[in-house]
């Protein structure tokens, strides 16, 4: 089974325990310390930002929580900063350096395969669902590539906001892109970045049907499961939590066994290796061949719910934690598979023959324990790996 990290945007955190905001507050300047106007301040994540005044000030009314700060100004490198809004108000000044990328294209040997790699990139990190055929990339030159021929391995970063227009859904989304990496080989999809998200402008009638589709592409989604599993109420979103157990593989012997018997049943000679069989073992040196090729072990579906209070754990006031064992087996019971995903080979997982065609997607634990906040983000991208319907 082919499997596909797709461990979320690093979204900003929105967790609001209060009614009432807290003021964010600073200037943004150079290295030399001179105040820059007009520069975009944003809160990504949210539909939140203004515009430094001529004096390189900015406010924020923000209520409190965490949030990742995002600044840009052409010119220079876009900025992002962690900040926590508790009880009083905050001072946060900021420092952007000089973007040197226009510079660096023209000194650089274009890569004739740019193109090829972009068109890669976009596959991967928008994808090629129906909603991600109505979605275009304004400014792709602002993309960095790298291509490892060694390792089969793409890596995009950018250190300008990546412009995205998402028709099927009404956002213009700027996402400021710490790491995407795709492997071949592994065919594992792994990003982290920072969004903020502005609204198209459209008629009723339009807004009407993005709203539509938002909550469409919202519901059933890894955003969703693990704001509901913070709630406590993923079971009655219609979340069912299961387990694949991979235990051991009793009809194949430990590989010290397997080894002996190949290397029993073969001789060297010459100082070369050349594979001699005896008459009377040549069907044994096929049967351990055969046990050699076995899988290590058998995946069993255990459909006894997991319950979530087992499951989750109150890691601070803002934050919830997870950890397991073996394989999450999600499956989400209102919207059933899209039939191009379904058809697409090597992608579905899985199920029982009397399960209907549920979205189903499982998580591997890569890093434990795996940190949530309230709106779903989580805290370490690389801490789980997606596959199925999330990826």
């Not at 590539?145 to 060694?150: F, N, R, T």
């Not at 412009?163 to 795709?182: P, S, T």
């Not at 049907?209 to 704001?227: C, E, N, V």
Request: glycine share 6%; charged share 20%; net charge positive.
């Amino acid at each position: 089974m082919k499997s596909f990290s797709v461990l979320f945007f690093l979204l900003a955190v929105k967790i609001c325990f209060a009614q009432q905001n807290y003021m964010l507050s600073g200037i943004v300047k150079d290295k030399r310390g001179e105040a820059l106007p007009g520069a975009g301040v944003y809160v990504s994540g949210y539909k939140i930002a203004t515009v430094t005044d001529n004096n390189g000030q900015y406010t924020l009314p923000l209520k409190p929580g965490n949030y990742d700060i995002l600044v840009q100004l052409i010119g220079y490198k876009a900025l992002n900063k962690n900040i926590v809004i508790a009880d009083k108000a905050v001072k946060l000044d900021l420092t952007l350096e000089e973007s040197v990328t226009q510079l660096a294209e023209v000194t650089i040997k274009p890569d004739p395969n740019r193109a090829h790699y972009i068109a890669m990139f976009k596959d991967f990190f928008i994808g090629t669902t129906p909603n991600a055929e109505q979605c275009k990339m304004v400014n792709p030159n602002v993309l960095l590539i790298d291509y490892d021929h060694e390792e089969a391995r793409l890596t995009v970063k950018t250190n300008q906001f990546l412009i995205i227009e998402n028709q099927a859904l009404g956002y213009r989304i700027k996402y400021l892109v710490n790491h995407f990496e795709y492997s071949s080989r592994t065919k594992i999809i792994y990003y982290e970045g920072f969004p903020y998200y502005e609204d198209l402008k459209g008629s009723a009638w339009k807004k009407k049907i993005w709203a539509k589709k938002r909550l469409t592409a919202y519901l059933g989604s890894p955003q969703h499961f693990f704001k509901s599993l913070y709630s406590g109420k993923a079971i009655a979103e219609g979340f069912i939590i299961n387990k694949i157990i991979t235990q051991p593989n009793r009809d194949k012997p430990s590989d010290s066994v397997i080894r002996a018997n190949i290397k029993r049943l073969t001789k060297i000679q010459d100082g070369l290796l050349r594979k001699t069989i005896n008459l009377n073992h040549g069907d044994s040196l096929s049967y351990w061949i055969r046990k050699k090729n076995l899988p290590d072990g058998i995946s069993i579906l255990n459909r006894s719910p997991v319950a979530q209070d087992t499951l989750v754990h109150i890691k601070n006031q803002h934050i919830k934690r997870i950890n397991f064992t073996d394989k999450l087996y999600i499956i989400y019971t209102k919207e059933k598979e899209d039939p191009l995903f379904a058809n697409r080979i090597g992608l579905s997982i899985n199920r029982p023959l009397d399960m209907p065609d549920y979205q189903i997607s499982t998580i591997t634990l890569q890093v434990a324990p795996v940190y949530f906040y309230e709106n779903g983000g989580i805290y370490n991208p690389r801490s789980m790996l997606y596959a199925g319907y999330w990826g």
